[in-house]
């Protein structure tokens, strides 16, 4: 099955909101409430940041949030700051023969 | 404060087996909680589940890693390994083991990550 789409980079100045969309199919994402983002550092292991959606783990800044419409979820990040540059992975549950799948990746840029 | 470490060779040869651990603290993987996984990371590929394991032993793999992968626990040592055969350099990558809870990905912790190359 193909990964989720996301866009390559995206990129915002301080202060600013971000959003990165992460698209997929009825199969996935359309089809249930169990999408993830996870923000990677370099040389790091991601970090889980939204759950189900649009839930934080303990311990997650406010500044972070998630949506869902239709096919495509989404993963806002407000008033951005320097140490949010890092990669952004969103996945998805599936009922293929798959149970799960990431997207790319997204660089954020902080100018 | 749950903790996750991969341990094993960082080199292996072409059509060898891989062979990683995972040892968890903080955490009994001989509870049924959670699900315990392996994933891989390559630039080509980028994030890949290869599989997980339940406490009693039920395992998931990716279809297309299916005939290479074995996932086992031992819950006595608190550690789950990754057996992966026949590998070549597509199989370059870095190697995570996580928890999961459900059978879904998501993974609220992560070991550090380990390099596996695919040289002779």
């Known amino acids: 099955q193909s990964a989720l789409t996301q866009p390559a980079s995206v990129s915002g100045s301080p202060g600013q909101s971000i959003t990165i969309s992460c698209t997929g199919t009825?199969?996935?994402?359309?089809?249930?409430?169990?999408v993830s983002w996870y923000q990677q550092h370099p040389g790091k292991a991601p970090k889980l940041i939204i759950h189900?959606?649009?839930s934080r783990p303990s311990g997650v800044s406010n500044r972070f949030s998630g949506s869902k419409s239709g096919n495509t979820a989404s993963l806002t990040i407000s008033g951005l700051q320097a140490e949010d540059e890092a990669v952004y992975h969103c996945s998805s549950y599936t009922n293929t023969n798959t149970h799960g799948i990431f997207g790319g990746g997204t660089r954020l840029t902080v100018l | 404060q749950v903790q996750l470490q991969e341990s094993g060779p960082r080199q292996v040869g072409p059509s060898q087996t891989l062979f990683l651990t995972c040892t968890v603290s903080?955490?009994?993987?001989?509870?049924?909680?959670?699900?315990w996984s392996w994933i891989r990371q390559s630039p080509e590929k980028g994030l890949e589940w290869i599989g997980y394991?339940?406490?009693?032993?039920?395992?998931y793999y990716d279809p297309s890693l299916k005939s290479r992968v074995t996932i086992s626990i031992d819950t006595a040592k608190n550690q789950f390994s990754l057996s992966l055969s026949s590998v070549t350099a597509a199989d370059t990558a870095v190697y995570y083991c996580?928890?999961?809870?459900?059978?879904?990905?998501?993974?609220?912790?992560w070991g550090q990550g380990i390099l596996v190359t695919v040289s002779s």
């Open positions: 009825s199969s996935d994402i359309g089809g249930f409430d169990f």
């Open positions: 189900n959606v649009n």
């Open positions: 394991i339940f406490f009693n032993g039920n395992t």
């Open positions: 996580a928890r999961n809870y459900g059978d879904s990905p998501n993974f609220d912790y």
């Open positions: 903080g955490a009994s993987i001989g509870r049924a909680d959670y699900y």
